[in-house]
Nanobody, 124 residues
Protein backbone atom coordinates (compact mmCIF):
# COMPACT_ATOMS: atom_id res chain seq x y z
CA UNK A 1 0.00 0.00 0.00
CA UNK A 2 1.44 3.34 -1.07
CA UNK A 3 1.45 5.97 1.66
CA UNK A 4 1.88 9.68 0.93
CA UNK A 5 2.52 12.32 3.59
CA UNK A 6 2.60 16.02 2.71
CA UNK A 7 4.35 18.76 4.66
CA UNK A 8 5.53 22.32 4.19
CA UNK A 9 2.24 24.18 4.08
CA UNK A 10 1.71 27.39 5.99
CA UNK A 11 0.79 31.04 5.77
CA UNK A 12 2.65 33.48 3.55
CA UNK A 13 2.08 36.94 2.10
CA UNK A 14 1.39 37.46 -1.56
CA UNK A 15 4.60 37.31 -3.58
CA UNK A 16 6.21 34.89 -1.17
CA UNK A 17 7.33 31.30 -1.64
CA UNK A 18 6.70 27.90 -0.10
CA UNK A 19 8.04 24.45 -0.84
CA UNK A 20 5.74 21.52 -0.26
CA UNK A 21 7.12 18.03 0.29
CA UNK A 22 5.45 14.66 -0.12
CA UNK A 23 7.21 11.65 1.32
CA UNK A 24 6.21 8.37 -0.31
CA UNK A 25 6.53 4.86 1.08
CA UNK A 26 5.19 1.38 0.47
CA UNK A 27 5.88 1.11 -3.25
CA UNK A 28 8.38 -1.26 -4.84
CA UNK A 29 8.33 -0.04 -8.44
CA UNK A 30 9.54 3.26 -9.88
CA UNK A 31 6.85 3.23 -12.56
CA UNK A 32 4.69 5.92 -11.09
CA UNK A 33 3.09 9.13 -12.24
CA UNK A 34 3.11 11.82 -9.53
CA UNK A 35 0.87 14.80 -9.12
CA UNK A 36 -0.02 17.81 -7.00
CA UNK A 37 -3.61 18.99 -6.62
CA UNK A 38 -5.27 21.76 -4.69
CA UNK A 39 -8.76 22.31 -3.36
CA UNK A 40 -10.04 25.72 -2.34
CA UNK A 41 -13.06 26.08 -0.03
CA UNK A 42 -16.27 25.34 -1.90
CA UNK A 43 -14.44 24.25 -5.04
CA UNK A 44 -13.52 20.97 -6.65
CA UNK A 45 -10.06 19.47 -6.38
CA UNK A 46 -7.93 20.62 -9.33
CA UNK A 47 -4.68 19.38 -10.79
CA UNK A 48 -1.71 21.72 -10.33
CA UNK A 49 1.24 19.78 -11.74
CA UNK A 50 2.26 16.26 -12.70
CA UNK A 51 5.47 14.39 -13.39
CA UNK A 52 5.90 11.06 -15.17
CA UNK A 53 8.57 8.39 -14.75
CA UNK A 54 10.81 10.09 -17.33
CA UNK A 55 10.65 13.53 -15.75
CA UNK A 56 8.07 14.93 -18.13
CA UNK A 57 6.01 17.64 -16.45
CA UNK A 58 2.65 19.28 -17.02
CA UNK A 59 1.35 22.38 -15.24
CA UNK A 60 -2.02 24.01 -14.90
CA UNK A 61 -2.13 27.33 -16.75
CA UNK A 62 -2.72 29.17 -13.48
CA UNK A 63 0.67 28.13 -12.06
CA UNK A 64 2.92 27.99 -15.14
CA UNK A 65 6.13 29.92 -14.56
CA UNK A 66 5.51 30.10 -10.80
CA UNK A 67 5.38 26.49 -9.57
CA UNK A 68 7.88 23.67 -10.16
CA UNK A 69 7.33 19.98 -9.50
CA UNK A 70 10.36 17.79 -8.83
CA UNK A 71 11.25 14.47 -7.26
CA UNK A 72 14.21 13.20 -5.29
CA UNK A 73 14.21 9.48 -5.98
CA UNK A 74 16.89 8.77 -3.38
CA UNK A 75 14.72 10.36 -0.70
CA UNK A 76 11.40 9.10 -2.14
CA UNK A 77 10.13 12.66 -1.89
CA UNK A 78 8.06 14.73 -4.29
CA UNK A 79 8.31 18.52 -4.12
CA UNK A 80 6.27 21.49 -5.25
CA UNK A 81 8.20 24.76 -5.23
CA UNK A 82 5.70 27.62 -5.22
CA UNK A 83 6.95 31.12 -6.02
CA UNK A 84 5.16 34.43 -6.54
CA UNK A 85 2.23 33.15 -4.55
CA UNK A 86 -1.15 34.81 -4.97
CA UNK A 87 -4.19 34.88 -2.64
CA UNK A 88 -6.02 32.68 -5.16
CA UNK A 89 -3.44 29.94 -4.51
CA UNK A 90 -4.95 29.52 -1.04
CA UNK A 91 -6.11 25.91 -0.77
CA UNK A 92 -5.38 22.51 0.68
CA UNK A 93 -2.65 20.91 -1.40
CA UNK A 94 -2.56 17.16 -1.97
CA UNK A 95 0.04 14.91 -3.54
CA UNK A 96 -1.08 11.89 -5.51
CA UNK A 97 0.40 8.86 -7.23
CA UNK A 98 -0.73 6.48 -9.95
CA UNK A 99 1.14 3.26 -10.85
CA UNK A 100 1.90 3.95 -14.51
CA UNK A 101 4.92 5.33 -16.36
CA UNK A 102 3.12 8.10 -18.22
CA UNK A 103 0.51 10.36 -16.66
CA UNK A 104 -2.94 10.20 -18.19
CA UNK A 105 -3.83 13.69 -17.08
CA UNK A 106 -4.53 15.83 -14.04
CA UNK A 107 -8.02 14.70 -13.16
CA UNK A 108 -8.72 13.40 -9.70
CA UNK A 109 -9.77 10.05 -11.22
CA UNK A 110 -6.33 9.65 -12.85
CA UNK A 111 -4.68 8.95 -9.48
CA UNK A 112 -5.13 6.05 -7.10
CA UNK A 113 -3.15 7.09 -4.03
CA UNK A 114 -3.54 10.32 -2.08
CA UNK A 115 -1.98 12.12 0.84
CA UNK A 116 -3.94 13.79 3.61
CA UNK A 117 -3.26 17.33 2.40
CA UNK A 118 -1.48 20.41 3.73
CA UNK A 119 -2.99 23.89 4.04
CA UNK A 120 -1.51 26.83 2.13
CA UNK A 121 -2.82 30.30 2.94
CA UNK A 122 -1.70 33.36 0.98
CA UNK A 123 -2.68 36.76 2.33
CA UNK A 124 -2.81 39.97 0.32
Amino acid sequence: QVRLVESGGGSVQAGGSLRLSCTASGYTSTNYCWGWFHQAPGKEREGVASMDLYGGTVYADSVKGRFTISKDNAENTLYLQMNSLKPEDTAIYYCAAEPRSYCRGMRESDYRYWGQGTQVTVSS
